[in-house]
């Protein structure tokens, strides 16, 4: 089985703009989560998804959306850009609620 | 709010030699994760573990977990230069069955020849 791909693997934008990531989850996967990580917050979790529906999220601001379709791609998208949105953004997939997740390449996003 | 700590957050050892990785979480959990990062890389999972008292060993490393400790380890047994990277406990903090995995500090370890 192919893994979890991310696209693009690297931005950079300017502060103020928008920017959309995108994750293909492992074939037969219908969970999707993303995560932000950085040098001085670490790992964090932003949001989850199951069959097209947010199950959980983190303390993001509501600059920082998503959304999955019927094919359990995702997207997940930042509006107006800080200079601290610079992050490694990661996803994962898995096939049941809390089972073993498998972690894209992530998409490194320089904000400028 | 769950809180996730490890430690050491970093981890200087010689070849051959063991150690052991803490993680202490805050709220009760019962799913746990143990996650490999090598520099510029992503997530590799290694173990994931479900219940009180779990252990699984996959080569050089063993993790174990205490549900009523709130506590889980991963023991690295004689160690290997391959083995040096940053290593990441992950606790699942679900609520109604929901997944909201919370990560802990991470630790570096770096493997000395």
């Known amino acids: 089985k192919a893994g979890v791909t991310q696209t693009p693997r690297y931005l950079i934008k300017t502060r103020g703009q928008q920017v959309t990531l995108s994750c293909s989850p492992i074939s037969g996967h219908r969970s999707v989560s993303w995560y932000q990580q950085t040098p001085g917050q670490g790992l964090q979790f932003l949001f989850e998804?199951?069959?097209?529906?947010?199950?959980n999220k983190g303390n993001f601001p509501g600059r920082f959306s998503g959304r999955q379709f019927s094919n359990s791609r995702s997207e997940m998208n930042v509006s107006t850009l800080e200079l601290g949105d610079s992050a490694l953004y990661l996803c994962?997939?898995?096939?049941?609620?809390?089972?073993?997740?498998?972690f894209g390449p992530g998409t490194r996003l320089t904000v400028l | 709010e769950l809180k996730v700590e490890q430690n050491p957050l970093f981890l200087s050892m010689q070849e051959g030699k063991n150690y052991t990785i803490y993680c202490n979480y805050s709220t009760t959990s019962d799913r746990l994760y143990w996650y490999r990062q090598d520099p510029g890389k992503s997530l590799e999972s290694l173990f994931v573990?479900?219940?009180?008292?779990a252990v699984k060993q996959e080569g050089r490393l063993m993790a174990s977990l205490d549900t009523k400790a709130r506590l889980s380890t991963l023991h690295i047994t004689a160690a290997v230069h391959d083995l040096s990277a940053t290593y990441f406990c992950a606790v699942d903090g679900s609520v109604g069955g929901y997944q909201k995995v919370t990560f802990g500090t991470g630790t570096k370890l770096q493997v000395i020849p």
């Open positions: 573990l479900l219940s009180n008292g």
């Open positions: 994962a997939s898995s096939d049941q609620l809390a089972d073993t997740q498998y």
């Open positions: 998804y199951f069959s097209e529906t947010q199950r």
